[in-house]
């Protein structure tokens, strides 16, 4: 059920951080200064590229491999593996729904319906203005308090009934 | 703040804030401002009760009052009736302490969480804070761990395996480098104490982690910390840096000449991250796959050194062991599960939170005693205790005991003390079916029960529910579940058919064709 992720482009990919495309080149250099020295310092340096870009560039991998001395399929195999990643920049709002079964209990399944319905995109889609991206979660941690709904890894909201759910897509759509 | 000023408390929990608690606190400093009230506004954890969130108290001369389900547009009317003083309105609960939810629970972990201001450790030690420690640096590594392993504590992450016995394994290696890791990747869905207890208290993770550095004679600690979890690691963060220059972290704890470190780090989404030898490789920035065990990981664990690797509640149970003694934990609990357990109440409940309670209390009990019943009001049909891998029960096992071999031998797993209710709207086969679907999105991809027989699994529910040669598909799927539970590398693709297996023992009807 993993989305179809990266699709790795050899040609044209240069392997030093300092040849890639602005604003990716300042990313990828700014994560790799700040991480390098970690015993394990991968998934920082992705985090680091996400939480600056939106998503980990496909264009990117090699020069990240090249930094930490590692082959790009060690890199690739890593960045597809977690869930987390994305290989495309997400709409201006990113809006995870909690799938898992305390919100089940809750009405999670009916939420998710109208998520998909209202905004005409399935999980893993970005609505055609570029406002929203859905994402399925599997759980947030607010399971006393479902359908949960986290919005831009930041804003979490409970009891999210198919209306609080308009609404908040509403505000984001508005914020952006 | 003068030291006329009255003291209130708005949560910053997760899920206070979700239920409006970030604006209910604006809406209280800008009242209090701009009708010149001198007020100190403290952002403290939760209490555990969801149903009250947003929970306001004020600290008045008399202790705490709080007011429950105070929303912005009620902050107004608060001031009114002088809630600074303790004064009488609609939403007035009066004290905590006194609520028969509350009373009868016993907060071993979680006497803090709440109650003090997470980031302040001047707070944290005037709250018992730091005893622990202080008593673990006098005492020889031997001594710590004789004192966690007579406590009777077990690992609290799900799998029960006696902590000190992971530590005495850890200690008796020789390394350069030991670790410390915390298992935060709290995964299971009903489960949120790492959350409140890691949001309300870091500072006793923290010092768990210390006392279990300094007893095996680790240096680094890592807290692997999901990614879902952005309040989670603000609040880490910042109780790490204050521990840092309160001088409880680095180079000489507190004067002993001990040397401690702490970082956290970020998952990535990924269930089976929880697992520990996935957790381990994610931490050395590879794939989260499952090791082969042994070697274990207190002999090879991260980067091949010997790594104590517990869960968050279980690190936050040791400093009270090191502060009242092994004895006083172990007076709590029954049979060989000893101490307390943070309950988690999720799910269709009235009353969902966090219930603290030795072992030995009844599901029941906390279903309808604590839990009111079910949210929505209908019967409460199912529940699933201990995460996506744990079995379904129907009503007739509600007297089974918190009790880690209670729920063994019903073929039920405590596991990390979540209980997720359902009423009877559920179909079972839809959740017999997810649980399969969950194991296929989240497994690890090393070993084939798990990769492929959960892919199989959902094909084969969805054959049985369509009524396609029905039961060859049942004898199927029999013979799957078998091969998931005694071919899989770790305890997702082995405990998957738990839930799956259940549902259809206890909720056949649910399988009929549709």
Redesign the interface.
């Known amino acids: 059920?993993?989305p179809a992720k990266i699709n790795v482009v050899v040609e044209g990919t240069t392997r030093k951080a300092s040849e890639l495309a602005e604003p990716m080149r300042q990313a990828v250099i700014t994560a790799i200064d700040a991480n390098r020295h970690k015993?394990?310092?991968?998934?920082?340096i992705?985090?680091a590229v996400q939480d600056a870009l939106g998503y980990v560039p496909p264009e990117s991998l090699a020069a990240i491999a090249h930094e930490l001395n590692l082959t790009r399929a060690?890199v690739y195999?890593?960045v597809t593996?977690?869930?987390?990643?994305r290989d495309k920049p997400p709409g201006r709002a990113v809006v995870q729904i909690c799938r898992?079964?305390?919100?089940?209990?809750?009405g999670a399944?009916a939420l998710e319906a109208h998520a998909k319905r209202t905004l005409g995109i399935d999980f893993h889609e970005t609505t055609a203005d570029g406002a929203i991206t859905l994402e399925p979660?599997?759980?947030?941690?607010?399971?006393?308090?479902?359908p949960?709904v986290?919005v831009d890894?930041?804003e979490?909201?409970?009891?999210v009934t198919p209306a609080a759910f308009d609404k908040l897509v509403k505000a984001a759509r508005m914020a952006t | 703040m003068s030291a006329s000023s009255i003291k209130i408390y708005v949560p910053c929990d997760?899920?206070a804030?979700?239920?409006g608690a970030e604006s209910t606190a604006r809406a209280i400093a800008e009242t209090a401002r701009t009708r010149g009230i001198d007020i100190e506004l403290v952002r403290n954890g939760s209490r555990g009760m969801?149903w009250l969130?947003p929970l306001v108290e004020a600290a008045t001369p008399g202790g705490r009052v709080a007011y429950g389900l105070v929303k912005s547009a009620d902050v107004a009317s608060l001031f009114d009736a002088d809630f600074l003083h303790g004064g009488a309105h609609g939403s007035r609960v009066g004290a905590i302490e006194e609520q028969s939810w509350f009373k009868h629970q016993e907060r071993l972990c979680f006497a803090r969480v709440g109650v003090t201001d997470p980031l302040s450790v001047d707070d944290f030690i005037a709250h018992g804070g730091y005893a622990g420690l202080r008593n673990a640096l006098s005492l020889s590594g031997a001594d710590i761990v004789k004192a966690v392993t007579d406590s009777g504590l077990r690992g609290r992450g799900g799998a029960a395996f006696p902590t000190g016995i992971k530590w005495n394994t850890v200690l008796g290696t020789s390394a350069e480098q030991k670790y410390v890791v915390c298992n935060a990747d709290?995964?299971?869905?009903?489960?949120?104490s790492?959350?409140m207890l890691m949001e309300g208290d870091p500072l006793c993770l923290i010092e768990g982690m210390t006392i279990a550095g300094v007893a095996v004679g680790a240096t680094q600690g890592y807290i692997y910390l999901r990614?879902?979890?952005?309040?989670a690691h603000r609040a880490l963060n910042a109780a790490i840096a204050n521990a840092y220059a309160a001088g409880w972290l680095g180079a000489d704890v507190c004067g002993s000449g001990k040397h401690f470190d702490l970082e956290v780090?970020?998952?990535?989404?990924?269930?089976i991250c929880g697992e520990e030898t996935s957790l381990l490789d994610?931490?050395?920035?590879?794939?989260?796959?499952v090791r082969f065990k042994p070697p274990l990981p207190a002999i090879k664990g991260l980067?091949g050194q010997p790594t104590v690797i517990n869960n968050v509640i279980s690190f936050a149970s040791v400093p009270i062991i090191l502060d009242r003694g092994a004895q006083f934990y172990r007076d709590y609990g029954i049979g060989r599960s000893r101490g307390t357990l943070p309950i988690?109440?999720?799910?269709?409940?009235k009353r969902?939170?966090l219930v603290e309670k030795a072992f030995g209390v009844t599901l029941r009990e906390l279903l309808y005693d604590y839990g009111g019943g079910s949210?929505s009001g209908r019967p409460i049909r199912a529940v699933?205790v201990g995460g996506?891998l744990g079995a379904y029960l129907p009503e007739s096992q509600f007297d089974t005991v918190v009790d880690y071999e209670a729920f063994a031998a019903n073929g039920a797993m405590l596991g990390h003390g979540?209980i997720?209710?359902?009423?009877d709207t559920?179909d079972m086969a839809?959740?017999a079916r997810?649980a399969m679907?969950?194991c296929?999105?989240?497994s690890?991809g090393k070993c084939t029960p798990c990769r492929i027989g959960s892919i199989r699994g959902v094909e084969v529910i969805d054959r049985i529910r369509a009524g396609i040669e029905r039961e060859k598909n049942f004898a199927l799927l029999d013979d799957l579940c078998d091969t998931m539970r005694n071919g899989s590398l770790c305890a997702m693709g082995g405990l998957t058919p738990d839930p799956v297996l259940s549902a259809i023992k206890y909720f056949a009807e649910d399988f009929a064709v549709r």
């Open positions: 059920m993993k015993p394990g310092a991968l998934l920082p992705l985090h060690e195999g890593v593996f977690y869930h987390h990643f898992a079964e305390a919100c089940q209990a809750l399944r979660v599997y759980c947030l941690g607010n399971c006393g308090c479902g949960s986290l890894n930041d979490l909201h409970a009891r | 997760a899920t804030l979700a239920l969801f969130e709290e995964g299971d869905s009903g489960t949120f790492d959350r990614s879902e979890y952005p309040h780090r970020r998952g990535a989404g990924a269930y994610s931490l050395e920035g590879k794939r989260g796959q980067f988690q109440l999720a799910g269709n409940l969902t939170g949210f699933q996506p979540g997720v209710a359902f009423d559920v839809e959740q997810y679907e969950f296929a999105v989240e690890c």
